[in-house]
């Protein structure tokens, strides 16, 4: 989990967005991540499941009030 959520963590800073590191969790083979700076004020959500193996990880846009 924290090599992905490294990799994710360098590729996003490098485009110009902020973690929300308030926001972020890791807990049990999981770990969800948001980013602040998306297109049209969205935020960008990282979330990974370890499964055994292999990772399931999702990204995508999401408003965040």
């Known amino acids: 989990l924290e090599a992905a959520m490294q990799y994710y963590r360098d590729q996003l800073v490098a485009q110009g967005l902020t973690e929300r590191a ?37 990204v995508r846009y999401e408003e965040m009030d």
């Open 22 to 58: 308030d926001l972020a969790s890791v807990e049990g083979g999981t770990f969800s991540m948001v980013f602040e700076g998306g297109p049209e004020g969205k935020s960008v959500v990282v979330q990974g499941v370890a499964l055994g193996e292999l990772m399931n990880i999702n």
